[in-house]
Each structure stands twice: as structure tokens, then as C-alpha cells.
């Protein structure tokens, strides 16, 4: 029996074929064509309203494509019922532009409330979670005390507390997040994320998207 063989490249996680998606007449996306390898940094610009949220929006299944198919872990959208949804979101961490918090739990409790919600309190201690909130520059305490920028650290926690697949984040505006996903990147997560800073990101290699009128650069790099 051969053993040691080449496994091949891995599958995508996401895929769009032809993908287009409207909202009150008005075409924010069309014929998106595209592959999301496991491993890979993928980091989209584009200006304020050229459809990059809802780009998100459809990889992590609250969107479906008015048209085209849109395959999340191998499963096309529209064959994936609530189950299914909850179980691949469970497999993807994203940071929203404008993260919320429970007031009334400090920041390490908030960071950890995604362990409550699927009942794995237990997966990681408290050390881990001190460890967690250290490696993207946070202490524990009130969240109402954190700036925007903080509270955006605290969301890329409280994303990878339930360990997972992929790594989606909205909306990125300064080099200390960038640099935080680059980092997960280069430990083989996979990292979606979108900006409207021209600033960043610009070494990277980069394929154009057309969404409708305007234009998403998406920059892919695998270092």
C-alpha cells in the first residue's frame, strides 16, 4: 500500500459561479465569479456602497444570489436549510463593522459568549481566553471604556474563540487589525476581509471584481 501520497490541492471553501444579487432594483452584484482557497489571505477594496458588505454577506449565508451559485464547504446555498446554516457558521468568524457587546459583561465575558451560545464553556479556560485577549493588544474589563478600534480587536476575540475555518472582517480601517489577520494568515487560517483604505494592502497581487458600475479590487496573497 502507497502511503505518503500527495493528497492534491484542497477543495475551495467558498465559491461563487456567476454570482449576482440585487436589493430594491438597485444590481450590487454581478456575474461574480470566484475561488476562496483554505490557508489563503484575501483582502477586497472598494469604495462605500460598491456591495463589499453584502459580498460578506453572501459567503457567510445571510445573502442568497438572486442568480449564479454561491458553494459554502462544498454545499451550494441554496440546498443548505437553518441547520445547515448555524452548523457552517459555526465554522466561520466575523468581525462586523460595527461590533456589539453586552453591556453588562466585561470584555473577556463577551469574547467568550460564543462558547455559552453553542454550550462550550468548557473549551477553553481562563488562561486561553486571557491569552487570546493579549494576543490582539486587549485587558479584560468594561467594553463601554473600549475605542472603535478596540472594540473591533475585542469582535476579531470573540471570532476566534470558537476556533474557526474561516475568518471574515468588514470593513478594515487600520494597519494593527490588517497586521492581525496577516498573522492568522500566515499560520494557514483562512482570512476574507474587505476595506475601503486604498492603503492597504497594496503589495499584494490583485484580480478586479465588477460589482455593477464600480469596481472591488480583490487582493489575494498565501504568505
Known sequence: MQTGADPGPK???????????????????TDVT????????YLIHGPAGAGKTTFLRLCYLDLQPASGVATIFGQTSHDIDRD???RSRRRMGIVEQSPQFLPNL??????????RLTEQAGARDEADLREL??????????????NAEARRRAALARALVLSPDIVLADDI???DLLSLL?????????VIATTSDPGLGQTVEATHLEIAKKTLRLCESDE
Open 84 to 86: 445547515g446554516k448555524a
Open 182 to 190: 496577516e498573522q492568522l494568515s500566515r499560520s494557514g487560517q483562512t
Open 106 to 115: 466585561s470584555v473577556q465575558q463577551n469574547v467568550a459568549l460564543p462558547l
Open 11 to 29: 477543495p475551495p471553501v467558498i465559491e461563487f459561479d456567476c454570482v449576482a444579487f440585487g436589493h430594491n432594483d438597485t444590481l450590487l452584484l
Open 133 to 146: 485577549l493579549d494576543w490582539v493588544g486587549l485587558e479584560d474589563g468594561a467594553c463601554g471604556l473600549l
Open 34 to 41: 470566484f475561488s476562496f482557497s483554505s490557508g489563503r489571505f
Open 173 to 175: 480601517t487600520g494597519d
